[in-house]
């Protein structure tokens, strides 16, 4: 730990910054020593907030949906109003190649997408669209998974979809993210449930979220948010289970009358909750169900 000298806060400092690992990273198109690859002060998504990226998870040595990652990535370019300068096929390649050259069997993967220096400004046509791609090892954080994690209620809302391009991965909808995710821990909580500009339960920070009510699920209406594979993965595994998925409009009146929650994420996985700003649930037979279940999708045991 050390004293922050813009401010009297402690800071903890992580034991291996993201900037100073030994490896490499692919950036467009070839491998950069890890500490080699930086970014100009004048880049134009530094300023504006338009770089957009990916979170996908290797397991065993093999990218989870893959293919799915990639295409959202070159969606969530296309809503910020640019193009990514590689196919589906080579985004694909370089996150393979990435994960071989690493040597890593389990590993979190970041393809990252943004305008570069060209241009500064608001306007933006001139920059080159730049692509990276970086991974690093991801075991397994939660031994204690079933014990399940405390949600605040944040305090900023998911924005409407004509303020933003709210189906973008972009990094510029991150703002609120953080806020929220910063404000919970500060109250002692794990993470932040937001809703969205009409009052309707969205997500968390980076994660989407079930209710289970008489064994069936409930799960808000997602017109305004990203649209998780992972949560597609788990609505596909209920349903083969013979569970049945409400997708609707959730209002925070009804957080009392659910018996089970649980978040879905490529980074959460699936994370049973057990409270929600003072509401209680208790992790059970859906939540481990469907937690096992999701674990033999990514390891190849289960196809979806
Ligand atoms: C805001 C937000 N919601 C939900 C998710 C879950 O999406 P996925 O399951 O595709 O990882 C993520 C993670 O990418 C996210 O950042």
């Known amino acids: 730990m050390r004293e922050n000298a813009n401010s009297n806060k402690t800071i903890i400092m992580i034991k291996k910054p993201y900037h100073d690992r030994d490896g490499h990273i692919w950036v467009d198109g070839e491998f950069i020593d890890w500490r080699e690859s930086k970014v100009h002060v004048l880049t134009h998504s530094l300023h504006y907030g338009s770089a957009v990226f990916e979170g996908d998870r290797a397991y065993e040595g093999k990218i989870f949906r893959l293919t799915d990652h990639s295409r959202r990535l070159i969606n969530s370019a296309e809503h ?9 096929t080579q985004i694909d ?18 393809p990252i997408a943004w305008r570069g220096s060209e241009m500064m400004g608001v306007a933006s046509k001139n920059n080159r669209t730049h692509l990276a791609i970086a991974l690093w090892h991801w075991g397994n954080p939660f031994p204690n998974r079933m014990e399940g994690i405390r949600l605040a209620m944040a305090d900023w809302r998911r924005p ?9 991965k972009g990094a510029g909808l991150y703002m609120i993210c953080t806020l929220s995710k910063d404000a919970a821990a500060a109250k002692g909580f794990d993470d932040a449930l937001m809703l969205d500009y009409r009052g309707r339960i969205a997500e968390c920070t980076g994660a989407h979220i079930f209710f289970v009510r008489d064994g069936e699920l409930h799960t808000p209406t997602n017109d305004i948010l990203l649209d998780g594979l992972t949560h597609d993965s788990i609505v596909k595994l209920a349903e083969k289970r013979a569970v049945k998925v409400y997708r609707r409009d959730i209002y925070p009146s009804e957080l009392p009358h659910f018996s089970e929650s649980f978040i879905v994420g490529t980074a959460a996985e699936v994370t049973p ?3 929600i700003a ?24 289960i196809e979806i």
Do not use: F, W
């Open 93 to 110: 390649q370089a996150c393979k190649d990435t994960l071989a050259k690493s040597g890593l069997g389990s590993a979190y993967v970041r």
């Open 160 to 168: 409407a979809p004509d303020t933003i391009p709210c189906k973008s």
């Open 278 to 301: 003072g509401h209680s649930y208790v992790p059970g037979n859906i939540c481990e169900m469907l937690i096992n279940d999701y674990d033999g999708a990514v390891h190849g045991r």
């Open 273 to 275: 909750v057990r409270e």
């Open 80 to 88: 910020m109003g640019y193009e990514i300068p590689y196919t589906l």
